[in-house]
């Protein structure tokens, strides 16, 4: 960050940090030039951060962050194995955006704290690939892509299949309607086992966390070992459930498809079922969302025994006037016939895959290049949150795509956002 200090960082005003970004945003990388990249949360998806760039021509992973001490040693040994470099450490993300040597940033932390990491990363000039979903709540997500544009910066969501050359051409076919017509229905399908877990009581958190730095912007709570390091997704104050977990990659598809944008009407119902547990979202869920021009996407969560649909257990699955199409089986006619897709006709675009693409979008700064903008990200994982309003209410809301609200809906209003904590408080930038 051109020299500023974590002291400086948190105290500088917005002029200030602003003036920084300019000067950052305007660095151009050479043919050879490689790309600095602090993977920040390595404990679980992290791991794929650090593979994804420590193996591309591209970039160099220069530094880790996270909270744990504990794994960030040992991640930090993996890496060194790999490459024959040490990288730095960092507790705090704060710091690691005060390197000059960090270009961009890779977040792989839990959710709660994927709107600020990339907020406070596009202020301070780097560059970001956010793990899915981009949000804890609809206003962070919005707060981002905001970010996004106020500060240049490339931001590249994690939904991997914006890269995947099968879904580029059969999104694009789905969209002219030259296969099967007019799609007028997405199912988003998320059937993925899990278990209960037992109860545990709050604690002291162990020596190795920094409990504080981990909660981020949430509001606190007293530390209990069923938060870390993956059972937090089934807390509403840091996660989303299956449906803003997994669920994000197939809602991207299904909004990438339908190609309408946010909705407004949602309804979802559901429950936590054939066990008793202390966590909070749903195991089975299942949410309908209907655009302004009637069409509809509609998503099942199955957490627990289930059956298949036309095989297909994650994944997805369209609707349209002259037939359907199955994810990993393709389209078919009226009569459940299979359609052969004329390949010289219809030839699937070259793919980098996601780390690469994003890299050369950052290379090149082309925004253009990025597949899953940050406003992909938004729609893709507003879509889970407003399920989950509607399912923590017990009701249909109705909503505004324009303002992002609910006209009228205090209560449901209330849960597309949260309360943070004072020392972390994401900025209003939209």
Not at 16 to 37: E, I, K
Request: hydrophobic residues 35%; charged residues 20%.
């Amino acid at each position: 960050m051109n020299g500023l200090s974590r002291r400086q960082f948190l105290g500088a005003s917005a002029a200030a940090v602003t003036a920084a970004c300019v000067r950052s945003r305007h660095s151009v990388f050479g043919a050879n030039d490689r790309v600095g990249v602090c993977v920040v949360g390595v404990n679980g998806r992290g791991q794929s951060h650090m593979s994804g760039f420590t193996d591309s021509a591209m970039s160099e992973v220069v530094a880790l962050c996270d909270p744990d001490e504990r794994v960030l040693d040992e991640r930090a040994k993996q890496l060194a194995a790999k490459t024959g470099k040490t990288p730095k450490k960092y507790v705090d993300i704060r710091d690691a955006l005060a390197d000059e040597t960090v270009h961009a940033i890779g977040i792989a932390t839990p959710n709660h704290w994927h709107s600020l990491a990339t907020i406070w990363a596009c202020q301070a000039g780097k560059d970001v690939y956010v793990e899915k979903p981009l949000s804890h709540n609809v206003w962070e997500g919005r707060q981002v892509v905001a970010a996004a544009k106020k500060y240049g910066r490339i931001v590249q969501h994690g939904t991997q299949r914006r890269s995947e050359s099968n879904w580029m051409r059969d999104i694009a076919l789905l969209q002219s309607g030259e296969i099967i017509g007019p799609v007028y229905m997405a199912r988003a399908l998320c059937y993925k086992r899990r278990d209960g877990l037992p109860a545990a009581a709050d604690q002291d958190p162990p020596a190795h966390l920094h409990w504080r730095l981990w909660q981020g912007p949430a509001a606190e709570k007293p530390y209990n070992p069923l938060y870390v390091h993956y059972n937090w997704h089934w807390f509403w104050h840091y996660g989303n459930g299956d449906i803003g977990n997994q669920g994000v990659h197939q809602m991207d598809v299904a909004a990438w498809g339908m190609n309408k944008g946010l909705p407004v009407k949602i309804q979802s119902a559901g429950g936590r079922y054939t066990y008793n547990d202390p966590c909070e979202t749903p195991n089975t869920q299942v949410a309908t969302f209907t655009y302004a021009d009637g069409t509809m996407t509609a998503f099942e969560v199955r957490g627990r025994w289930t059956n298949k649909e036309e095989g297909v257990g994650v994944g997805n699955l369209f609707y349209a006037d002259r037939g359907y199409y199955v994810e990993g089986k393709g389209f078919f006619n009226e009569k459940g016939e299979s359609i052969t897709v004329d390949a010289a006709k219809y030839p699937e675009p070259k793919s980098m895959g996601p780390y690469d693409n994003f890299l050369r979008a950052v290379h090149e700064r082309d925004e253009s290049l990025i597949r899953g903008t940050a406003l992909d990200g938004h729609v893709a994982s507003a879509h889970c949150h407003l399920a989950n309003v509607a399912y923590r209410l017990s009701r249909t809301i109705e909503f505004d795509p324009e303002t992002e609200t609910c006209p009228g809906d205090a209560e449901a209003n209330a849960l597309l956002t949260r309360e943070y904590h004072a020392e972390f408080e994401a900025p209003a930038l939209a």
